[in-house]
């Protein structure tokens, strides 16, 4: 009895010793464990992360996360430059498909295996970090680039994931679209299907940097955020509230990287000394690599119609590989998207009202299945068409066998001329003058706006939508100049690149020229009143004239001679329906998105002097002899669908 007494007193004593109070104070001075570990046992999945190690020792930075449990499942593949980590973390949650980015739902669901992986010296990766880093070459003359690193952490992969299939697909939009680009090039055999979104592909052309020789200011506070040192988050600071006074006080695009520390970065430093589509920009192109190195990887190019940040890419780069007899494995899809849209939800874009979600669909229903077939056993194979385009007109998608529908030259139809003619009018019946024209006066003093001020590029509501932006604040000004269609009395369609082809001289030695086509909506629109009168643009784009004779080259304009600006527009599938009208805009300046073209021809327009900006006079011809015009992929309305 004594000795159970004795126990007990002692069970007694050593319970009340365990659960005694913490002091008030923590005798180790901090409430801080040594480490915090989060209990995972409710997650369905298991995320982890891994230094894989590239060819030259540098090791790169990777995200894996799976479902528990899973097994003989295909690994999506996607290298970022902006943050791995970050791609695994939209939320906290205890649910894969919630803590991926949106557009990795369908493959979370799925049961892939998603990989992100920070590219060479961003984030958590080791080694240097170049912009949009060159292939092996002239431009590089290291023994890496994104191709390499694409193949060795794909064979990691396949090698270390026992829970795999061992196949892999790649996809990734912008920045991100370029790194499926690269690893095309030579892909590794383990990669069955490709998805490059909004991919920058050539920069000079028409994609990030410039538009057919206008550099894009717009890409300033991306160089700074993207190129500065790791952990400094650096951002551009202009203390402007419109960002127009910002550039326009600054004066060149030159003296504005000088004032903002820009010229600190080397990608502004390549640019500067790089203005002409030299072989800088050539060697560099994608759009003619993909041509020189063509793969055999199942590859699906997409972009949005209204792209306002990398236009050129997809669709020059499908053109390339069309033109040099590789479509066997090469598939198109423009949807009616700003810049990198196809990842979120794709209701509208602007005031324009889409049928349901074109985005999460086309996720679902095209790309999920598309990817399926070639990388998990017994997927059915997908009907993919050739060419997938949204009808901006008709508010449906169409599916082609071919494509364009018109074109130059190569399709079933030629382009049409639509010329400018007087009273600001638009024809299909060519002048017949012997010499007429219209003239406005561009000064840089005052540019048009790409959009109604106040200008922010950080204004994400503003930038993103900007190409569906009315071009009413444009129409009003005198520096403007639009040509106007009666109104129509039946749906007019076009399906390709509309070219534009303008016969202008200007009392100046150099000058730029911005071309807009555009639907006119009704001046009532009963269903949706904010659309009335509504001046949509289909397409534009602008065009430095010192380079109409040669991309490489430029040359200065001859002051006073009329000379031919020709150049094709992104691309189209619309209907302008009946009771709207066909607009034709033609400036001069889209600032300060564009840098301003002094007007005086200078070596190098980055670094122009104050005293070279001038004003000059252009004047449009509209003579039987020299017709300004654009040229239009007019078919016949009831073709797609």
Same mark, same amino acid.
Request: one cysteine or more.
């Given at each position: 009895?004594?000795?159970?007494?004795?126990?007990? /007193?002692?069970?007694?004593?050593?319970?009340?010793?365990?659960?005694?109070?913490?002091?008030?104070?923590?005798?180790?001075?901090?409430?801080?464990?040594?480490?915090?570990?989060?209990?995972?046992?409710?997650?369905?999945?298991?995320? #982890? &992360?891994? &230094?894989?190690? @590239?060819?030259?020792?540098?090791?790169?930075?990777?995200?894996?996360?799976?479902?528990?449990?899973?097994?003989?499942?295909?690994?999506?593949?996607?290298?970022? !430059?902006?943050?791995?980590?970050?791609?695994?973390?939209?939320?906290?949650?205890?649910?894969?498909?919630?803590?991926?980015?949106?557009?990795?739902?369908?493959?979370?669901?799925?049961?892939?295996?998603?990989?992100?992986?920070?590219?060479?010296?961003?984030?958590?990766?080791?080694?240097?970090?170049?912009?949009?880093?060159?292939?092996?070459?002239? /431009?590089?003359?290291?023994?890496?680039?994104?191709?390499?690193?694409?193949?060795?952490?794909?064979?990691?992969?396949?090698?270390?994931?026992?829970?795999?299939?061992?196949?892999?697909? @790649?996809?990734?939009?912008?920045? &991100?679209?370029?790194?499926?680009?690269?690893?095309?090039?030579?892909?590794?055999?383990?990669?069955?299907?490709?998805?490059?979104?909004? !991919?920058?592909?050539?920069?000079?052309?028409?994609?990030?940097?410039?538009?057919?020789?206008?550099?894009?200011?717009?890409?300033?506070?991306?160089?700074?955020?993207? &190129?500065?040192?790791?952990?400094?988050?650096?951002?551009?600071?202009?203390?402007?509230?419109?960002?127009?006074?910002?550039?326009?006080?600054?004066?060149?695009?030159?003296?504005?990287?000088?004032?903002?520390?820009?010229?600190?970065?080397? @990608?502004?430093?390549? @640019?500067?000394?790089?203005?002409?589509?030299?072989?800088?920009?050539?060697?560099?192109?994608?759009?003619?690599?993909?041509?020189?190195?063509?793969? %055999?990887?199942?590859?699906?190019?997409?972009?949005?119609?209204?792209?306002?940040?990398?236009?050129?890419?997809?669709?020059?780069?499908?053109?390339?590989?069309?033109?040099?007899?590789?479509?066997?494995?090469?598939?198109?899809?423009?949807?009616?998207?700003?810049?990198?849209?196809?990842? #979120?939800?794709?209701?509208?874009?602007?005031?324009? +009202?889409?049928?349901?979600?074109?985005?999460?669909?086309?996720? #679902?229903?095209?790309?999920?299945?598309?990817?399926?077939?070639?990388?998990?056993?017994?997927?059915?194979?997908?009907?993919?068409?050739?060419?997938?385009?949204?009808?901006?007109?008709?508010?449906?998608?169409?599916?082609?066998?071919?494509?364009?529908?018109?074109?130059?030259?190569?399709?079933? +139809?030629?382009?049409?001329?639509?010329?400018? %003619?007087?009273?600001?009018? /638009?024809?299909?019946?060519?002048?017949?003058?012997?010499?007429?024209?219209?003239?406005?006066?561009?000064?840089?003093?005052?540019?048009?706006?790409?959009?109604?001020?106040?200008?922010?590029?950080?204004?994400?509501?503003?930038?993103?939508?900007? /190409?569906?932006?009315?071009?009413?604040?444009?129409?009003?000004?005198?520096?403007?100049?639009?040509?106007?269609?009666?109104?129509?009395?039946? !749906?007019?369609?076009?399906?390709?690149?509309?070219?534009?082809?303008?016969?202008?001289?200007?009392?100046?030695?150099?000058? $730029?020229?911005?071309?807009?086509?555009?639907?006119?909506?009704?001046?009532?629109?009963?269903?949706?009143?904010?659309?009335?009168?509504?001046?949509?643009?289909?397409?534009?784009?602008?065009?430095?004239?010192?380079?109409?004779?040669?991309?490489?080259?430029?040359?200065?304009?001859?002051?006073?001679?009329?000379?031919?600006?020709?150049?094709?527009?992104?691309?189209?599938?619309?209907?302008?329906?009946?009771?709207? #009208?066909?607009?034709?805009?033609?400036?001069?300046?889209?600032?300060?998105?564009?840098?301003?073209?002094?007007?005086?021809?200078?070596?190098?327009?980055?670094?122009?002097?104050?005293? $070279?900006?001038?004003?000059?006079?252009?004047?449009?011809?509209?003579?039987?002899?020299?017709?300004?015009?654009?040229?239009? !992929?007019?078919?016949?309305?009831?073709?797609?669908?």
């Amino acid at each position: 009895m004594t000795k159970t007494l004795a126990l007990l /007193l002692l069970a007694t004593s050593t319970l009340a010793r365990a659960q005694a109070p913490e002091p008030v104070f923590p005798k180790s001075g901090t409430d801080f464990p040594d480490k915090y570990v989060e209990p995972t046992d409710s997650y369905d999945y298991v995320r #982890r &992360e891994v &230094e894989i190690p @590239m060819r030259d020792g540098v090791k790169l930075h990777t995200v894996i996360v799976e479902h528990k449990g899973t097994k003989n499942a295909p690994i999506l593949l996607n290298r970022t !430059p902006y943050d791995a980590d970050g791609h695994t973390t939209r939320n906290k949650s205890g649910v894969m498909r919630s803590i991926l980015p949106q557009s990795y739902d369908v493959f979370a669901d799925a049961g892939y295996i998603i990989v992100f992986q920070d590219v060479r010296g961003l984030h958590g990766s080791e080694g240097g970090y170049v912009m949009t880093r060159p292939p092996i070459g002239p /431009l590089n003359p290291t023994k890496v680039d994104n191709t390499t690193d694409a193949y060795d952490a794909i064979d990691w992969l396949v090698k270390n994931l026992p829970e795999s299939n061992g196949r892999v697909g @790649m996809i990734g939009s912008s920045y &991100e679209g370029h790194t499926v680009v690269m690893a095309l090039l030579d892909p590794h055999p383990a990669l069955k299907v490709a998805a490059p979104e909004s !991919p920058m592909v050539d920069g000079w052309m028409g994609d990030d940097w410039f538009h057919y020789g206008a550099y894009r200011q717009g890409s300033f506070p991306y160089i700074v955020g993207q &190129e500065s040192p790791k952990k400094q988050k650096a951002s551009l600071i202009t203390s402007n509230a419109d960002e127009y006074d910002a550039y326009l006080k600054a004066g060149s695009a030159g003296d504005f990287a000088k004032a903002h520390g820009i010229d600190q970065f080397g @990608m502004w430093r390549r @640019m500067a000394e790089h203005p002409a589509y030299d072989s800088y920009w050539q060697g560099q192109a994608l759009d003619k690599a993909v041509v020189a190195r063509p793969s %055999t990887v199942p590859t699906m190019w997409l972009q949005g119609l209204w792209d306002q940040e990398d236009m050129w890419g997809a669709i020059h780069s499908w053109e390339a590989l069309k033109a040099a007899g590789h479509l066997d494995n090469n598939y198109l899809v423009m949807g009616p998207w700003m810049h990198s849209q196809v990842n #979120r939800a794709g209701y509208m874009l602007g005031p324009l +009202k889409w049928a349901g979600d074109t985005t999460t669909d086309f996720r #679902r229903n095209v790309i999920l299945p598309f990817f399926n077939q070639y990388l998990k056993d017994g997927a059915p194979r997908f009907d993919m068409p050739r060419v997938q385009i949204y009808n901006t007109g008709e508010n449906h998608w169409d599916r082609f066998a071919n494509w364009p529908l018109a074109c130059q030259q190569g399709c079933a +139809k030629p382009l049409t001329p639509i010329y400018l %003619t007087g009273n600001f009018s /638009l024809s299909f019946d060519k002048p017949s003058a012997g010499k007429a024209g219209d003239s406005y006066v561009s000064d840089p003093a005052h540019p048009v706006p790409y959009v109604q001020r106040p200008t922010s590029f950080s204004n994400r509501d503003q930038w993103g939508p900007w /190409l569906v932006s009315d071009q009413r604040h444009a129409n009003a000004r005198p520096d403007v100049l639009s040509y106007t269609t009666d109104v129509l009395d039946k !749906p007019v369609r076009i399906s390709g690149a509309a070219v534009a082809d303008l016969f202008a001289s200007t009392t100046g030695t150099d000058g $730029d020229f911005v071309v807009k086509l555009i639907d006119v909506y009704p001046d009532e629109m009963a269903d949706q009143p904010e659309l009335g009168g509504y001046q949509l643009a289909v397409a534009m784009d602008i065009f430095r004239g010192r380079y109409r004779e040669s991309f490489e080259h430029p040359s200065a304009i001859p002051a006073n001679k009329t000379v031919e600006y020709k150049f094709a527009l992104p691309t189209t599938n619309h209907v302008f329906q009946p009771g709207h #009208r066909i607009m034709v805009q033609v400036q001069s300046s889209q600032f300060p998105l564009y840098d301003r073209n002094p007007q005086k021809y200078v070596p190098n327009i980055f670094f122009a002097k104050p005293g $070279d900006y001038q004003k000059a006079t252009v004047t449009l011809s509209r003579s039987a002899s020299q017709p300004s015009a654009v040229w239009l !992929p007019l078919v016949d309305v009831a073709q797609g669908g």
